[in-house]
């Protein structure tokens, strides 16, 4: 792989930023993920300043105060200072749903789509799940593990540093677990933090269309637990909707990874409605799309820690009328996250400012909701909320700094990077042709 391997964090020098303009730390007392009026809390200081020393954020606050802080006085000549006047600081991105272990876009789909072609007709023309499925299990891993890192270094271009990444376009014992080390390997050369998820619940793949069960089986018997022992993945997903595994098939894949000591996550409601309750007893980290939501189950998701993901990317990238029931969902005080859902099928990008302005403008979630959802609640969604989404000391030094004076600009502009720097556990990448200022 091309790029160095990441640094230790407690090699790195400490880092400050001062005069920062809006430093949202997204601190707030209450416990568990952020649900209803608490969604739109975002800790706001301004003028601003944030120490981080050996990868971890030491103290967050007033610009004077960090300056009259005695070890400050004393080290200050041997600190990396970034002077963000002018400036918006937030949490780096928590992008808790992507598919980065593909290996090319799905230019074919994208024409046959815009012509009006259906999924079917698309699939006969080569396109479709199928396509990236053969590029995947041909592919060498270290050609997928550099698909997988050039993925993670767009999205941190764009403030995230943070990624749950899934494998799921190899659907065979070897190329499932193929997908996750090339996920590892990647990981392993990105300062961010990566959640590996094990997706071979996908789509059922070819040679399995007569026998679906046969393909749950080798899920349940081989992909889980091998996955489960080389520690290459910490959740287990399952596509649980029309045309995918049924909630049968789920509950099946689902006990299996809790006896593999793995937790749950799933794609449901996205084409139809997914009956809910039966998967609730597995306690999954986050339930992901949630188009076509039951409004009974509503209720009863406002009463757990269950996280609804929500994607609107692949809303847009189809061209769909309809978005999730964000507004529905937050009001009723189910958590929401928001999430790229990064694949080269329904949702081709890396950029999380882009998700925040869908969820403004198409989901009518205001800012400081879409900014919680996708800081502090991605972090519950992937169980890193001891680590990730929130400025305070003790946390994982995760920052984006954008070119902005107001964070309400974040997700105003779309279709522009604004994001200027990204500091990764402790490690700070400039973008690529921005006049750096540091
Ligand atoms: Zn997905």
Known sequence: MSPSKKVDPRLLSPLLLVHINQLLTLCSNKPGPRRAAALKELGVIEDAAVLCIGGKIVSAGKTKDALSDPWLKKNRSKVTEIDCAGKVVLPGFVDSHTHPAFISPRLVDFEKRIAGATYEEIAEAGGGIRSSVEAVRRAEKKHLAEKV?????????????????????????????????????????????????????????????????????????????????RKLAKFVDVFCDKGAFTAEDTERIFAAATKNGL?????????????LWPLLRFHPASFDHMDHVNDDDIPQLAKRDTVATLVPGANYFLGL?????????????????????????????????????????????????AIAAATMNGAWSVGLQDRKGSIEPGKDADLAIFDAKDYREIPYWFGVNRCEVTVLNGEKIGRGNSPAKI
Request: aromatic share 4%.
């Open 263 to 275: 937790a749950v996550r799933v794609h449901v409601c996205q084409l139809s409605e997914t009956v």
């Open 149 to 229: 890192l050039s993925g993670l270094q767009e999205m941190s271009a764009h403030g995230t540093t943070t990624v749950e990444a899934k494998s799921g376009y190899g659907l065979s014992l070897e190329s499932e677990i193929k997908s996750l080390e090339a996920i590892r390997d990647a990981a392993n050369h990105w300062p961010g933090t990566v959640v590996p998820t094990l997706l071979g619940a996908h789509v059922v793949p070819k040679e399995f269309k007569k026998n679906p069960q046969k393909y749950v089986d080798v899920i349940c018997q081989q992909m889980i637990p091998q996955a489960a022992k």
């Open 321 to 369: 009328k309809n978005y999730p029931p964000a507004r529905r969902l937050i009001d009723a005080g189910v958590p929401v996250a928001l999430a790229t859902d990064y694949n080269p099928g329904s949702s081709p990008t890396p950029a999380m400012p882009f998700v925040l302005s869908l969820a403004c403008t198409h989901m009518k979630m205001s800012p400081e909701e």
